[in-house]
């Protein structure tokens, strides 16, 4: 089972749509089943697309920050989860940073899988956050 994580390009946002529409259902993050906006994140953001058997399975995007990578946003189609899409991302965020600079995220509050994913990939629950669209649990990982 072979994974790659590439540069996204503007020609791959119709299928990141799917995937993300896929992976968020009905009510995801702003932005998620639009076209538009996956093109926009590309440009200004750093955003990749995982593909798995040569087909884009995940994607994400994230800001480089003083304290190293703040992800924005991670999806993985569920056809695709639990077959390391979303473990070949964290790896590839970790070898990102320096030792003592962390990647830190939130993710909705009410998505008790993305939780497990995350302390099961060895971040720590640092809080929680307060946005317009509801609230978030905010996740951060050091590197050693």
């Keep these: 089972m072979t994974i790659q994580v590439r540069p996204a390009e503007p020609q791959d946002a119709i299928q990141l749509v799917k995937v993300s529409a896929s992976a968020f259902g009905f009510d995801g993050p702003p932005g998620f089943d639009d076209t538009d906006h996956q093109v926009e994140a590309m440009g200004r953001y750093h955003y990749f697309a995982v593909e798995r058997i040569g087909q884009i399975a995940a994607g994400f995007y994230y800001q480089a920050t003083p304290y190293g990578i703040h992800l924005l946003r991670l999806f993985v189609d569920p056809s695709n989860q639990r077959m390391g899409a979303g473990s070949a991302v964290i790896k590839f965020l970790e070898e990102k940073l320096s030792p003592g600079q ?9 998505s008790h899988q993305s939780h497990s994913f995350y302390l099961n990939q060895g971040f720590e629950l640092i809080g929680q956050v307060n946005f317009n669209s509801g609230s978030a649990l905010r996740f951060s990982k050091t590197k050693g």
Excluded: E
Aim: glycine share 0%.
């Design 102 to 110: 962390r990647i830190q995220l939130d993710t909705d509050i009410h």
